[in-house]
Every structure is written in structure tokens, then in C-alpha cells.
């Protein structure tokens, strides 16, 4: 069988979930355009569970945006199931990041006047797959991150780690394919963080795609793969 070398072909949709080719990233700041992804080439397959690692400032978080098109590239493309995510209609983006992606943001991006519950029950306001009962959804997702008696506690009343839970039972809300999870353990302890990844595991075991972003070498155990980026490259792949 033909594989992933066919770089960009539409065969590469049945393997890779994420397809990037010579990905640049540059920020305009004044007159000055500051290169911050140098040409990245990257494919995750289907089912895979990769870590992303690096210094600070590397450009993780920069690359993160682009694979979760929440920011537009410079150069080069990022293709997602086969999609080429700058030719597809605003409408085809919005249903692949509502349907397809779950995120987990470095800082959580909780909404503060809402509740966990309503936090997690969030992205089925606009986006919601038919055959999902989303509020009872919501509930199983929190007791399974051990929120189930912090349901309406808000963001300021819940600590760090609980807050990072409920930013992860949001991004399965929707039952994604694809999960993009920046720093997910970050400042959690290491139980909290145990428990955390227990929770990665099982949804990798169920054959969800996940890329998590991360800082601490103890992660690496639970993953099929470490990419390793440095001053906007890749150094392995
Ligand atoms: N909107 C922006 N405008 C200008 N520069 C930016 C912007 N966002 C990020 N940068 C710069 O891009 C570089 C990479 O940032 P990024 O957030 O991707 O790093 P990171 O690898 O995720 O770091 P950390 O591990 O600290 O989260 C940094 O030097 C940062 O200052
Ligand atoms: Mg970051």
C-alpha cells in the first residue's frame, strides 16, 4: 500500500491527521517582521499521540495556532484529514474546529462569569453534533476529571489543576478526533498531572489523535513520539 510519502496528495488523508509542509510564522511588529517558524515540516498520524517539546519561546504555542487554524500562516500549509485549511470555506473551518478539534489552551481560556458546568457545555452552543445529549455530556465529562461536585463552582473558586480539568472535559465535548493540548499539566502537581494524562491515555486508547505540548520530561513515557522544536525548527522528526 501507498503511504504518507506522497506528501500533500489526497492519499495522505487516510494516514496523516495533520499534514504540514514548510510552515512559516513570522509576527509584524512595527516596521520589523520577526520570523518566529522557520519551515516546518510535520505529519501526525492517525491515532498518534505526540509531544511537542522545546525551550521557551521556541514557537510551540505559535505552532499550535496554526495546526488548530486559530491563526493564519506565512508560508507553507497545514492540511487537517486531508484538508488544505487555507483553500477550505469559513463555514468548513468553523464545523472542522467546532467538530473535529478539541482545545486545551496554555491558560485555560475558561470564562469567567460561567460556571464549569456551562464552561464545558460551551462549544455545543454553536457547534453540536446531533447525536449527543450535550448537557449530560458535559456532567459525565467533569466527574470523569473528578469535578462532579464542582459543577457550578466559577473559574476564581475552583485552584489551578481543577481549572485545567474543566478546560480538558471542554475540549471532549464534542467528541473531536483531534485533540491540541498546549502545557495540559502545566503547573499541576505530579498526582494531578498522573491523573490528567491517565485521562490522554484513555482517549488515545480510543484511537483519538492527541498533540500536547509540554515542558516536563515524565510525559514522555505516556506518548508514541517527542518532536523536539528549537528557535522555530524541528531538530528531530
Ligand atoms: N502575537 C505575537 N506577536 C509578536 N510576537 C509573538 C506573538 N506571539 C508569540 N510571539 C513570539 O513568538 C515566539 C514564540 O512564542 P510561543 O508562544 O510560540 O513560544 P512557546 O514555545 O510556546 O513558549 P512557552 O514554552 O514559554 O509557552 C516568542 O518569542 C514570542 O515572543
Ligand atoms: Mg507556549
Known sequence: MVGSSLNGSDSDSIWNVITINGLKKS???????????????????????????????????????????????????????????????????AELRGFEIGFVFQNFNLIPRLSAYENVLLPTYSNSKKNIDAAQRAKDLLTLVGLDDRL?????????????????????INDPSLILADEPTGNLDSKTSEEIMGIFSELHGKGCTIVMITHDPEMKKYVDRVVLIRDGKIENN
Request: glycine fraction near 14%.
Open 27 to 93: 509576527y509584524q511588529l512595527g516596521e520589523m517582521e520577526v520570523p518566529i517558524l522557520h519551515g516546518i515540516d510535520l505529519n501526525v498520524k492517525k491515532g498518534e499521540f505526540v509531544a511537542i517539546m522545546g525551550p521557551s519561546g521556541s514557537g510551540k504555542s505559535t505552532l499550535m495556532n496554526m495546526i488548530g487554524c486559530l491563526d493564519r500562516p506565512t508560508g507553507g500549509s497545514v492540511r487537517l484529514m486531508g484538508k488544505d485549511t487555507a483553500s477550505i470555506s469559513d463555514n468548513e473551518l
Open 152 to 172: 457550578h463552582h466559577k473559574p476564581t473558586e475552583l485552584s489551578g489543576g481543577q481549572r485545567q480539568r474543566v478546560a480538558i472535559a471542554r475540549s471532549m
